[in-house]
């Protein structure tokens, strides 16, 4: 750990402001270190997540019973995941970036270096409470800055689990977790931060960009929506069937790109909806058992989740939806079924809400530009996931659906690729994350062009704009 050049407080629960004043002291200093200090702080925070793999299952299983191996996949895979990706490129993010010379500018030399932002705020989301937390930070600590982290009060488990990562790992006067509720994130949102990465639902989003207008602060905002999935009557309906159900299915349907509704050419809406069925038997009830008794399905966060998704199931029923597959609910488990929906109305809740949780439903569309007419009716979603084999139609849904991503005969995924950038549109997001996007969130690329001394190609066209001058300055513009 490096030396400390304030005396920072240790505890979280120190005042917020004192805790960004420690920082902000320390962000010079952090400027100045070598990318090589930057990297020793991942190794180190990979090395104790690496350690802590047992206390992090058992924190997410204790907050909302997340499957251990769901938990290896989605929360500590991806992080080290991220961090080799960083610590592998780092070096060469790090570096200035040569750029060419315009004819007009001959004699200079351009280079564009990067520099941190400061003092960042990351506030985290509940439904991946630690991944969502650890893959901001390490793009941050890549970037050179100081950090506070507010994690969710809905995973207070995995709250305190973060707040003790820093405490072994970080300098609090580097990095440090502050623990609390919407009065400690509305402190935090005062202070002139220099960056704000938010994760979470496109209100609290606007909230987060209100509050960092004030203070002019950056912004990556990893919102949410309603991610179609347009399966045409070409697709592989069993593979579509299985990677549906996948990324419907994980973490029991609580992620922001979690397929949200299923338009399926009607033809093939039957034979869908079976492979589905089949799909969720083999997933969630192997031995025929009740997915009740699954160890491989999570449960909803907390009562209010669970009540409001009850409701959304039971407004769709009265609106005249069908449950083709599942249905049942143990408000005391906080557990709800996979369930399929076929024949929802457009005004229901089901289809103007973003679902966040395991509800399903399925709408049937005749030809390509109905299916583009009904997701483009909505927000921008932050993804999209198209399954056919004609490469026409992919061709035409790609570029007539915009979206924050996509995959095409897969789900989810591309979340999990270091190399593409991931984040939103419109309404679902505004900036990228990961790798040398996430990198660059956390950076300011300062441009630099440097002269000779006492030489510039632009000396002939300085005042006073005599008739040789403008000439001049005529052949400039017409030529250069």
Known sequence: MSDTLVSAPSSTQAPVAELFRHQQGRAEALRQQPVESRAARLRKLSAWIADNRAAIQQALYADFRKPTAETDVTEIWSSQTELKHTLRHLKQWAAPRKVGTPLALVGTRGWV???????????????????????????????????????????????????????????????????????VATQLLALPFDHIFFTGSPQVGKVVMRAAAEHLTSVTLELGGKSPV?????????????KIVWGKGINAGQTCVAPDYVLVQEQVRDQLVEEIRQVIGRFYAPGGQPVADSTSFARIVNDGHFARLAGLLAEAREKGATVAVGGATDAEARFLEPTV???VPLESRLMQEEIFGPL??????????????????RPRPLALYVFTQSQENQQYLLQHIP??????????????????????????????AHGHAGFLAFSNEKSVLKQRVG??????????????????INWLVKWL
């Not at 409470?129 to 009060?153: H, M, Q, R, T, W």
């Not at 347009?230 to 069993?238: C, K």
């Not at 005042?463 to 001058?469: G, S």
Request: with cysteine; aromatic share 6%; net charge negative.
């Open 360 to 377: 399903l439903p399925i709408r049937t569309f005749r030809t390509l530009m109905q299916a583009v007419d009904e997701v483009n009716s």
């Open 403 to 432: 979206a924050g991503g996509a995959c095409v005969n897969e789900t989810i995924l591309h979340l999990g690729h270091p190399d593409l950038p991931f984040g939103g549109f419109g309404n679902s997001g505004l900036g990228r």
């Open 230 to 242: 347009v399966v045409d009557d070409s697709a592989d309906l069993r593979d579509a069937a299985e």
């Open 455 to 472: 030489r510039t190609a632009l000396k002939p066209i300085y005042p006073p704009y005599t008739p040789q001058v403008k000439k001049m």
């Open 341 to 343: 929906l076929v024949d």
């Open 113 to 183: 270096q990067v520099e941190p932002k400061g003092v960042c705020l990351i506030i985290a989301p509940w439904n991946y409470p630690f991944y969502l937390a650890i893959d901001p930070l390490i793009s941050a600590l890549a970037a050179g800055n100081c950090v506070i982290i507010k994690p969710s009060e809905m995973t207070p488990t995995v709250a305190g689990l973060l707040s003790r990562m820093c405490q072994e790992v970080f300098d609090p006067a580097e990095v440090t977790v502050v623990e609390g509720d919407k009065e």
